[in-house]
């Protein structure tokens, strides 16, 4: 596109209130900023604030635009991500998150906006958007094999979705070979987090149901076959916008002393024999099965990091493993210990956020399905990729025994019979940490937005 047909857009970006969904729209924003577009990131003010400390270096075109966030009952006033709850008090943010239309729809009509890109629960965005003339766009964080999975609005608003069982196999409108669907554990608990007036489900109908299009975090390299489907069931452009890898942040100062010792300890291993154990920052296990995860970790016999943020480990546990252990409490620096050369697998709790930063470095994944959001479905689906193997649990209550999770990390890790496994995902590198190729996705998507945008100030002259 040539330069004199491209005009620089007032882009607004609104995504749902938690750092998997956080991380990945302001990457987007600094690049739509950065390609010279004005971006406005608006979110509430203590996310604001998390923002710009972790972030101080932003292009001048993004601006984070603070929304008050409205107090309802039972939501704690410092609360402003789902990060700062347990699961069963989400539903309350949701519907704080659902009395900021007022403040956005504002914003939108005194900001001269173009596009708004926006994720799943904002349901009432698009109608809001089309009334002010504003076109809008639904950034899916969560990718094409889960979204084909929950299949087109008709089904999200009115079909399938009324009992857990419903969720627990493959839908008939996939053509292709799946084995990506729930386990009826981890339905019954993401219902918790759900508000009872508008479930999820009902969000996603309406958000793609009313949007102008919708993108998606994904390429054609790993996910064509899905990718192929969602046009044909929402019957609009579904389009992927590459993965949106993440660089190494400098997530820790010169002088951290704890990411220092950690550094020292993994330089101080072989390479790759290191296994990194992260759960996310709002899966919470019961003492029960931190205990088996524990006893299955201590079985293995390998080396490992475990970054601990909402459970505790079992008395006794660190001293027989300090010769091999790390156990981080609280937040930890992920980017770099992934890409540490020491290490050589991550067991996950399956967010995508997480599986994008594990296969841009080409590690194996010891899959261990955190149980909300789409984290099932992704277990299964990486699982069948072959890029890792998922640790057996019990369908129904997602209950496990340490010998299980022993044995699935030897065989992600060391095992011969995981050599296909690490083969797989070591071939990952190449298109997850390919940079120049998931940017040109990107790149293809904010050409689209400026070509939409010069069509439409020829045709209101």
Same mark, same amino acid.
Request: contains cysteine.
């Given at each position: 596109?040539?330069?004199?047909?491209?005009?620089?857009?007032?882009?607004?970006?609104?995504?749902?209130?938690?750092?998997?969904?956080?991380?990945?729209?302001?990457?987007?924003?600094?690049?739509?900023?950065?390609?010279?577009?004005?971006?406005?990131?608006?979110?509430?003010?203590?996310?604001?604030?998390?923002?710009?400390?972790?972030?101080?270096?932003?292009?001048?075109?993004?601006?984070?635009?603070?929304?008050?966030?409205?107090?309802?009952?039972?939501?704690?006033?410092?609360?402003?991500?789902?990060?700062?709850?347990?699961?069963?008090?989400?539903?309350?943010?949701?519907?704080?998150?659902?009395?900021?239309?007022?403040?956005?729809?504002?914003?939108?009509?005194?900001?001269?906006?173009?596009?708004?890109?926006?994720?799943?629960?904002?349901?009432?965005?698009?109608?809001?958007?089309?009334?002010?003339?504003?076109?809008?766009?639904?950034?899916?964080?969560?990718?094409?094999?889960?979204?084909?999975?929950?299949?087109?609005?008709?089904?999200?608003?009115?079909?399938?979705?009324?009992?857990?069982?419903?969720?627990?196999?493959?839908?008939?409108?996939?053509?292709?070979?799946?084995?990506?669907?729930?386990?009826?554990?981890?339905?019954?608990?993401?219902?918790?987090?759900?508000?009872?007036?508008?479930?999820?489900?009902?969000?996603?109908?309406?958000?793609?149901?009313?949007?102008?299009?919708?993108?998606?975090?994904?390429?054609?390299?790993?996910?064509?076959?899905?990718?192929?489907?969602?046009?044909?069931?929402?019957?609009?452009?579904?389009?992927?916008?590459?993965?949106?890898?993440?660089?190494?942040?400098?997530?820790? %100062?010169?002088?951290?002393?704890?990411?220092?010792? !950690?550094?020292?300890? =993994?330089? *101080?291993?072989? /390479? @790759? +024999?290191? $296994?990194?154990?992260?759960? %996310?920052?709002?899966?919470?296990?019961?003492?029960? !099965?931190?205990?088996? =995860?524990? *006893?299955?970790? /201590? @079985? +293995?016999? $390998?080396?490992?990091?475990?970054?601990?943020?909402?459970?505790?480990?079992?008395?006794?546990?660190?001293?027989?493993?300090?010769?091999?252990?790390?156990?981080?409490?609280?937040?930890?620096?992920?980017?770099?210990?992934?890409?540490?050369?020491?290490?050589?697998?991550?067991?996950?709790?399956?967010?995508?956020?997480?599986?994008?930063?594990?296969?841009?470095?080409?590690?194996?994944?010891?899959?261990?399905?955190?149980?909300?959001?789409?984290?099932?479905?992704?277990?299964?689906?990486?699982?069948?990729?072959?890029?890792?193997?998922?640790?057996?649990?019990?369908?129904?209550?997602?209950?496990?025994?340490?010998?299980?999770?022993?044995?699935?990390?030897?065989?992600?890790?060391?095992?011969?019979?995981?050599?296909?496994?690490?083969?797989?995902?070591?071939?990952?590198?190449?298109?997850?940490?390919?940079?120049?190729?998931?940017?040109?996705?990107?790149?293809?998507?904010?050409?689209?937005?400026?070509?939409?945008?010069?069509?439409?100030?020829?045709?209101?002259?």
């Amino acid at each position: 596109m040539g330069s004199e047909s491209k005009r620089s857009l007032h882009i607004a970006m609104f995504p749902w209130l938690a750092h998997g969904h956080i991380t990945p729209f302001l990457e987007l924003s600094k690049f739509l900023s950065l390609r010279g577009h004005a971006v406005s990131f608006l979110t509430t003010p203590g996310n604001v604030a998390r923002l710009a400390g972790a972030h101080p270096e932003l292009p001048p075109s993004l601006r984070l635009v603070s929304l008050p966030l409205p107090s309802v009952p039972n939501l704690p006033t410092s609360a402003e991500s789902t990060s700062d709850l347990d699961i069963d008090s989400v539903p309350y943010l949701k519907k704080a998150y659902d009395q900021l239309e007022p403040a956005l729809a504002r914003f939108l009509s005194d900001g001269r906006v173009d596009w708004v890109i926006h994720d799943f629960a904002s349901h009432w965005l698009p109608r809001a958007a089309a009334r002010l003339g504003v076109r809008s766009v639904f950034f899916s964080t969560i990718n094409a094999t889960s979204l084909a999975f929950l299949g087109p609005p008709s089904e999200l608003l009115g079909g399938r979705c009324h009992k857990p069982e419903d969720l627990t196999c493959v839908p008939a409108w996939i053509p292709y070979e799946s084995t990506a669907c729930f386990r009826l554990y981890e339905v019954l608990k993401h219902q918790r987090c759900m508000d009872e007036e508008v479930s999820d489900f009902s969000r996603f109908g309406h958000t793609i149901d009313g949007c102008d299009f919708v993108i998606v975090r994904s390429c054609h390299e790993f996910e064509s076959e899905p990718l192929s489907l969602l046009p044909e069931i929402y019957q609009k452009p579904a389009i992927p916008i590459g993965l949106v890898t993440p660089a190494i942040r400098d997530e820790v %100062g010169a002088d951290d002393e704890k990411w220092k010792a !950690l550094e020292s300890w =993994l330089s *101080a291993k072989r /390479e @790759k +024999s290191v $296994l990194y154990i992260a759960l %996310g920052t709002e899966v919470i296990l019961s003492s029960e !099965l931190t205990n088996e =995860l524990a *006893a299955g970790i /201590e @079985k +293995s016999g $390998l080396p490992f990091v475990w970054v601990v943020r909402n459970c505790l480990v079992p008395a006794g546990f660190e001293e027989r493993v300090s010769d091999r252990g790390f156990v981080w409490a609280g937040w930890a620096p992920q980017t770099r210990i992934l890409a540490h050369r020491a290490t050589g697998g991550f067991l996950t709790h399956c967010g995508w956020n997480s599986t994008i930063e594990a296969l841009s470095r080409g590690l194996p994944l010891v899959l261990f399905s955190g149980g909300s959001a789409d984290q099932g479905v992704m277990a299964r689906f990486l699982h069948q990729k072959r890029v890792g193997f998922e640790v057996p649990r019990d369908e129904a209550d997602g209950s496990f025994t340490g010998d299980v999770v022993a044995k699935s990390i030897r065989q992600v890790m060391v095992e011969p019979e995981g050599k296909p496994i690490r083969a797989n995902a070591s071939a990952m590198k190449e298109v997850f940490g390919d940079m120049e190729l998931q940017n040109k996705y990107m790149e293809e998507f904010a050409g689209i937005l400026e070509k939409s945008a010069t069509k439409d100030q020829k045709m209101a002259k």
